[in-house]
C-alpha cells in the first residue's frame, strides 16, 4: 500500500486530550509520523483536508447483526456500510442473535460472513451461557480461541448467583471480558419506561431508576469474589454512578459504557407513545441524562456506545408496550454525540476518549490512537455541518432511528480502515 499524507486537519488525540492543526502521514496500513504544518518530503500522495476534523476511528461495543437468522433486518455487508458511513472502524457485535453466539462454529460462521461482507473491522463476542438461558457456562476457552473477544448474555441477566460466580471465575482464569446487563430482572420484567409521574399520565408501566442500581450492587459483590475482568454495557441513573465510583476506587477491574441515546435523548421525548423511541434500558429523567453526561465528561463512565439494535416495521409499529426495543444507531452516532460538544458538556478529546480509546483499551485492540505506530483507523469529519436527518437515507436495513427528521450537526467526510478508505469521495 502506497503512502499517503492528510494534511491541514485540526487532529483529535484523546490520549493527549489535545487538538492541534496538523497531519499525519500513512503507510502499509499504519500512521508512521504526525507533522505540523508543511509535510515532510517523503509523504507520499498528499491531500489537503481545509481544517476539517481528523480523529481515531470510533470503536462501537455493542452492535446487533442480525446474521446468523433475521438478516432481513440487518446483515454485516448492511451494518459494515453504515458503520463506515458514521466513522466507525470497529463494529464489536453482540451474540444475541438467532440462533444466539454460543458454539465455535456458529462464531466461525460469523467471523467468515463478517470477513467477506463488512468494509470494517468486525470482532465477535459470544455468550456467556448457553443459549442465553442462564443456566450453563458455555466453552469459554474454546469460544476464546476462536476469537471471541467479549463474553455476555445481552440483555438477559444471569440470576442464578452460583452460575455467574463460576462463570466469572472461569473469565478470570482465562483472562476473558465479561459484559454485563445490570437492570435487575424482576423489577424490570414487563416495563416500557422508567417510572414517574410522565410514566403514570401516559398509562404505561415502568420500573424504577433503582433496578439499574440494585443490579450494579450485586455485580459488583461478585465482582469482589472472583476478581474477574467486567464491562457494564449501560449506566443510565445518577443512583448507580457513586456505586460505580465506590467499585473503581477499591481497585476492581470494571468499567461502564452509555448508549448516545441515554446521553441526548430524555424520557419525555416517548411523548405521543413514539415507540422508535423505545430503547432497553428506558429513556431516563432529565436529571439523570444530564449526571450521565457529567460521569462522561469526567471519565466514571469509560465508554459512550450505539447500542445499535435494529428492528423491522413489523416490530416499531405496535402498541408501545407491546412494539420491540432498541433503535439503530452506528450512522448516527457521531452526528448525535456532537450535540454533547456544541452544548458545552465536554471537549472533542474527552468525546473522542469515550467513543475510541478507551473501548480500544478496554478489548486490548491498539487503534483508538492518532499515534505513530498505530493503525491508520481515522475519520475525517465536519463538526458543525448541518443537516436533517432523513431515516430513509440511512445505510442500515432497518430504520428505527429517534433521530428521524432531527436537526443535526456533524458529517463524516471520509472514513479509513487499515489506511484503506472505505467511506467519502476520493480525497
Not at 502521514?25 to 491531500?47: F, K, L, N, S, Y
Not at 446483515?75 to 453504515?82: E, L, T, V
Not at 461482507?117 to 476457552?141: F, H, Q, S, Y
Request: glycine share 10%; hydrophobic share 40%; proline share 6%.
Amino acid at each position: 500500500m502506497s503512502a499517503f499524507t492528510l494534511t491541514n486537519a485540526r487532529l483529535i488525540d484523546p490520549e493527549t486530550g489535545e487538538e492541534s492543526l496538523g497531519g499525519i502521514t500513512v503507510e502499509d496500513g499504519v500512521i508512521t509520523a504526525r507533522h505540523e504544518g508543511a509535510p515532510p518530503a517523503d509523504a507520499g500522495t498528499v491531500t489537503e483536508c481545509n481544517g476539517l476534523c481528523l480523529a481515531p476511528g470510533i470503536v462501537d461495543i455493542g452492535v446487533k447483526v442480525c446474521e446468523p437468522g433475521e438478516r432481513h433486518k440487518e446483515s454485516f455487508g448492511s451494518a459494515g456500510q453504515a458503520a463506515a458511513a458514521g466513522g466507525v472502524t470497529t463494529i464489536v457485535t453482540r451474540p444475541d442473535t438467532t440462533p444466539v453466539i454460543d458454539t465455535p462454529e456458529t462464531l466461525e460462521f460469523v467471523i467468515r460472513r463478517a470477513r467477506e461482507a463488512a468494509p470494517v473491522r468486525v470482532l465477535p463476542m459470544a455468550t456467556l451461557t448457553k443459549n442465553r438461558e442462564g443456566r450453563e457456562m458455555t466453552e469459554i476457552g474454546f469460544l476464546m480461541d476462536t476469537g471471541a473477544v467479549a463474553f455476555s448474555d445481552g440483555d438477559h441477566v444471569v440470576t442464578n448467583t452460583k452460575v455467574l460466580v463460576r462463570a466469572l471465575t472461569y473469565a478470570r482464569a482465562r483472562g476473558a471480558l465479561v459484559i454485563g446487563h445490570i437492570q435487575e430482572p424482576v423489577l424490570s420484567a414487563g416495563a416500557a419506561v422508567t417510572s414517574g409521574k410522565f410514566a403514570s399520565l401516559r398509562g404505561l408501566p415502568g420500573v424504577s431508576p433503582m433496578a439499574e442500581r440494585m443490579g450494579l450492587d450485586r455485580d459488583v459483590a461478585l465482582l469482589e469474589m472472583t476478581g474477574a475482568a467486567y464491562h457494564i454495557d449501560q449506566i443510565t441513573t445518577a443512583r448507580a454512578l457513586p456505586a460505580l465510583e465506590r467499585a473503581k476506587a477499591n481497585g476492581l477491574d470494571i468499567t461502564a459504557g452509555v448508549s448516545i441515546h441515554h446521553l441526548t435523548l430524555n424520557e419525555f421525548d416517548v411523548a405521543d407513545y413514539r415507540t422508535f423511541f423505545k430503547v432497553k434500558p428506558p429513556l431516563r429523567s432529565e436529571d439523570d441524562r444530564v449526571a450521565v453526561v457529567g460521569a462522561v465528561a469526567s471519565g466514571l463512565i469509560d465508554v459512550i456506545c450505539s447500542m445499535h439494535t435494529p428492528q423491522d416495521e413489523e416490530s416499531k409499529r405496535l402498541p408501545y408496550e407491546a412494539a420491540a426495543s432498541g433503535a439503530v444507531g452506528l450512522q448516527t452516532l457521531l452526528p448525535a454525540a456532537m450535540r454533547l460538544v456544541h452544548s458545552g458538556d465536554m471537549t472533542l478529546a474527552q468525546l473522542w476518549r469515550a467513543l475510541s480509546l478507551n473501548p480500544a483499551r478496554r478489548l486490548g485492540l491498539a487503534c483508538g490512537r492518532l499515534s505513530e505506530g498505530a493503525p491508520a483507523d481515522l475519520v475525517l469529519f465536519d463538526p458543525d455541518a448541518p443537516f436533517v436527518l432523513d431515516r430513509a437515507n440511512l445505510l442500515s436495513k432497518s430504520k428505527n432511528t429517534p433521530f428521524d427528521e432531527a436537526r443535526m450537526q456533524g458529517r463524516v467526510r471520509a472514513t479509513w480502515v487499515a489506511g484503506r478508505q472505505v467511506h467519502g469521495d476520493a480525497l
